[in-house]
């Protein structure tokens, strides 16, 4: 899975760090049912629009990953556009019909945290495990990025609050006991020929 350019995707936005790493739209094979039932319709006029709908909703979806996020574009007149990012991801799963499994199509299906279900479908990708795979390997990098991040603060958060507390204490013996300093220093010559 090579990664597409950004020019294939001209709907796409990326922001600032974020890069493409892969892109396409359903695999051509799966278009082999609508044409199977659309053509012998063809006959009688009602599979001319079965067989140009499917073909343009196949022309105008794409699915995409990027290293922030997966996308799914669709609309043939008019554009929808969703996005879901890596930190909300908390499942997925692939499906592979028989034709799918002959072929080397099927749906990846993206849970989040929250929705209780199905957030987006990847339909009839092409290798939809290894699109599975990539997006669990994001999906485990930005989780185990943002736990290093969190963890790093909360290291940092805690080493302030412990030189706060020396500092306090350090301060509080010196004002308690303002002879501390002379207890370390030598005894004096006179004081130490004084007997005990």
């Known amino acids: ?17 974020e890069e493409l790493l892969w892109g396409d739209t359903p695999h051509r094979l799966s278009l082999l049912l609508s044409i199977g039932v659309g053509l012998p319709l063809c006959l009688v006029i009602v599979g001319i629009p079965l067989v140009i709908s499917s073909y343009l909703h196949h022309t105008n979806t794409n699915y995409v990953i990027t290293t922030t996020a997966v996308y799914k574009k669709r609309g043939i007149f008019s554009r929808s556009v969703k996005r879901v990012e890596f930190d909300k991801v908390q499942n997925t799963s692939y499906q592979q019909s028989m034709m799918g499994s002959y072929f080397g199509y ?16 990847f339909r009839n990708v092409a290798s939809p495990r290894a699109v599975q795979a990539r997006i669990n390997e994001r999906s485990a990098e930005t989780e185990n990025g943002a736990n290093g991040e969190d963890a790093e603060a909360v290291l940092d958060e805690i080493l302030a609050e412990l030189q706060a507390i020396h500092q306090t204490i350090d301060e509080s013996a010196d004002t308690a006991n ?9 005894p004096t010559a006179s004081e130490a020929e004084e007997p005990s």
């Open 106 to 121: 099927g749906t990846v299906e993206i849970a989040t945290a929250g929705t209780g279900g199905v957030e987006m479908r």
């Open 1 to 17: 899975m090579d990664a597409p350019s950004a020019d294939e995707f001209e709907w796409l936005t990326l922001d600032e760090d």
């Open 178 to 186: 303002p002879e501390r300093d002379g207890m370390n220093a030598e």
